[in-house]
C-alpha cells in the first residue's frame, strides 16, 4: 500500500531541534561506559572522589564489572563493545597492586551479545552465567582454564529473553533473580524469580509473585547480591531517567517459595561533575569496590583525567 507524504506523520519542529543537538554533539562527545574501583567502604559510604577510572579507547565500552581474585592476582570481567560491532562480548582485566591494567583478554565470544559475566564458585568449580538474551535462553558456562577458557554447560532456563541473571544462594535454596522481556514489561522494568535445589538443573521453578518487582525505578539487577551484617542487599538499577541512571540498595526482607519482599536502603546517584550521566553495576570483593558509569567524553581530548586524588590500594594484597 503507498501511503502519501501528506499523510505522513511530520516531526515537530521541537523533536528536529533536538535530533540536531544530539548530532552535534556526537560529533564532538562520546558517551562512554567506563569501570571505576575504589578501596571498599561499604556501600551506604561511596564517594566518586575516591574512584580510580580505568578508561577504554575511544572505539568500545567497558560495562558491567566483576571482580575475581586468584593467587593474589585481581581480575575484573567485563562486558566489552566494540562500536562497530554493536555486540558485547566478555573481557578480562588483569590488574596490578595498583589496580593499573596489566592485560585486556578476550575470554568469551558468540554470534550474539554477551554482557554481565555473573561469575561464581561451586564445589571447588568456577562458572559463569553471562547475559545471552539475545539467544533467548540463561547460559551456564564452566571454567575450564582461568581466566581465558569458559566451556557451555547447558541451559538454565531456555525460551526466554532474559538479561541480568543474578545468582543466589539462601538456605538449601538456590535463587535466580533476571528482568524477563514479556508481554506487558521490557528488561528494564520487570523482574522475576525462579527457584531450584541445585543450580545446575535445567526446571528452575518460577516464583508464584512473578513479576516480584515491577519498577522502572528499581527492578533490573546491577550486581552481585550480597550479605551486610547479616543482611541481604540487592544492588538494583534505576532506569527512570535513563537506562542505568543510578544504582539502589535494597535490604531483602522476605525470600521464600511463597512471598517476596524488599525495602530500600540507599541510592548511589551519578555526579553532577566530571561528566558523568549513569551507573548501574556495583560488585565488591576482597576490599575492591567496583563500578560501571556512563561518561561524556570528548572525541579528541584523549583519555580523560581520573576523579580521583585519594585512592590507595598498596594493602590490600
Not at 163 to 173: M, P, Q, Y
Not at 259 to 275: I, L, N, R, S
Request: net charge neutral.
Amino acid at each position: 500500500m503507498t501511503i502519501h507524504s501528506s499523510n505522513r506523520i511530520r516531526p515537530s519542529k521541537r523533536h528536529i531541534i533536538s535530533r540536531i543537538k544530539n548530532k552535534i554533539r556526537s560529533c564532538f562527545f562520546l558517551d562512554q561506559w567506563i569501570v571505576l574501583l575504589a578501596p571498599s567502604t561499604g556501600y551506604k559510604s561511596l564517594s566518586w572522589d575516591d574512584f580510580k577510572p580505568l578508561v577504554p579507547p575511544l572505539d568500545r565500552l567497558w560495562a558491567d564489572p566483576f571482580i575475581w581474585v586468584d593467587n593474589n592476582t585481581y581480575y575484573i570481567f567485563i562486558e566489552e563493545m566494540i562500536y562497530s560491532t554493536n555486540r558485547g562480548r566478555i573481557a578480562c582485566l588483569t590488574l596490578d597492586k595498583e589496580m593499573n591494567i596489566l592485560s585486556n583478554q578476550i575470554v568469551l565470544e558468540r554470534p550474539y551479545h554477551l554482557s554481565y559475566p555473573f561469575i561464581f564458585e561451586h564445589e571447588g568449580q568456577l562458572y559463569m552465567i553471562p547475559e545471552t538474551g539475545k539467544n533467548h535462553g540463561i547460559e551456564l558456562y564452566r571454567c575450564a582454564r582461568f581466566p581465558d577458557q569458559w566451556i557451555f554447560e547447558r541451559n538454565l532456563i531456555s525460551n526466554l529473553y532474559a538479561v541480568d541473571a543474578t545468582l543466589l544462594k539462601k538456605g538449601d535454596r538456590w535463587w535466580l533473580f533476571a528482568n524477563i522481556r514479556t508481554e506487558g514489561g521490557s528488561t528494564e522494568d520487570t523482574l522475576h524469580l525462579y527457584y531450584a535445589d541445585h543450580p545446575f538443573l535445567d526446571s528452575w521453578t518460577p516464583h508464584p509473585l512473578n513479576p516480584i518487582v515491577k519498577d522502572i525505578y528499581s527492578a533490573r539487577p546491577a550486581g552481585r547480591i550480597f550479605l551486610e551484617d547479616g543482611i541481604l542487599i540487592r544492588p538494583s538499577q534505576d532506569c527512570s531517567a535513563r537506562y542505568g541512571y543510578a544504582t539502589n540498595f535494597y535490604r531483602i526482607i522476605t525470600l521464600t517459595e511463597t512471598d517476596y519482599a524488599e525495602v530500600h536502603e540507599h541510592t548511589f546517584y551519578p555526579q553532577g561533575k566530571g561528566g558523568i550521566l549513569g551507573i548501574h553495576t556495583y560488585n565488591d570483593m576482597a576490599g575492591i569496590t567496583v563500578i560501571d558509569a556512563e561518561q561524556r567524553r570528548p572525541r579528541f581530548l584523549g583519555q580523560i583525567s581520573a576523579h580521583s586524588s585519594r585512592h590507595d590500594f598498596s594493602d590490600l594484597l
